[in-house]
T-cell receptor, first 114, second 112 residues
Framework: DVKVTQSSRYLVKRTGEKVFLECVQDMDHENMFWYRQDPGLGLRLIYF???????EKGDIPEGYSVSREKKERFSLILESASTNQTSMYLC?????????????FGEGSRLTVL | LAKTTQPISMDSYEGQEVNITCSHN???????ITWYQQFPSQGPRFIIQ???TKVTNEVASLFIPADRKSSTLSLPRVSLSDTAVYYCLVGDLRGGSYIPTFGRGTSLIVHP
């Protein structure tokens, strides 16, 4: 079975701190995605990557950056965390293809910025 | 820009059939329609995917009319454990990149 592992289920950080959220998938998937989920807003795409060292902005990239140095790992970085970045962050992966394919999600990382 | 529209919430009772309809008026010719289920504090998980007509698996059925501007997820004989948020998803092609775009989902509550 595909497994997508997010490094931390719960994090508490202070405003201005640099935050790293790590995501690792074990099925050699080309595509990886970072979403954030807030009550009433569904999932919103932050960044995605279709290959190593490749990244594309999603709908809400402001305040975030990403890194994909290896195929299996996709990191989300908050350079200077702010309270409005308190949210649930979800990583997903899928195989390359024109249709949606099946997205495999991690368990999520709930970040609280104080 | 492909978008989906779903009811915000639905209520049902155990043993009933639940149908959740999603509108996707601007779906592209070669887009698939995919549904996901999400429980609290978990990531969404794939339920079913289809292109046209009807698709059925062990969990649900997906009905897609000929014009493909909508789709209906059908859950037979729901139980309390089917209480979750259900997302309808179509692709969004931007500058040559294919992006899975989620809407706000439908919160289904199943009552005893």
């Amino acid at each position: 079975d595909v497994k997508v592992t997010q490094s931390s289920r719960y994090l508490v950080k202070r405003t201005g701190e640099k935050v790293f959220l790590e995501c690792v998938q074990d099925m050699d998937h080309e595509n990886m995605f970072w979403y954030r989920q807030d009550p009433g807003l569904g999932l919103r795409l932050i960044y995605f990557s279709y290959d190593v060292k490749m990244k594309e902005k999603g709908d809400i990239p402001e305040g975030y950056s990403v890194s994909r140095e290896k195929k299996e790992r996709f990191s989300l970085i908050l350079e200077s965390a702010s309270t409005n970045q308190t949210s649930m962050y979800l990583c997903a992966s899928s195989t390359r293809g024109r249709d949606t394919g099946e997205l495999f999600f991690g368990e999520g990382s709930r970040l609280t910025v104080l | 820009l492909a978008k989906t529209t779903q009811p915000i919430s639905m209520d049902s009772y155990e043993g009933q059939e639940v149908n959740i309809t999603c509108s996707h008026n601007n779906i592209a010719t070669n887009d698939y329609i995919t549904w996901y289920q999400q429980f609290p504090s978990q990531g969404p998980r794939f339920i079913i995917q289809g292109y046209k007509t009807k698709v059925t698996n062990e969990v649900a059925s997906l009905f897609i009319p000929a014009d493909r501007k909508s789709s209906t997820l059908s859950l037979p004989r729901v139980s309390l454990s089917d209480t979750a948020v259900y997302y309808c998803l179509v692709g969004d092609l931007r500058g040559g990149s294919y992006i899975p775009t989620f809407g706000r989902g439908t919160s289904l509550i199943v009552h005893p």
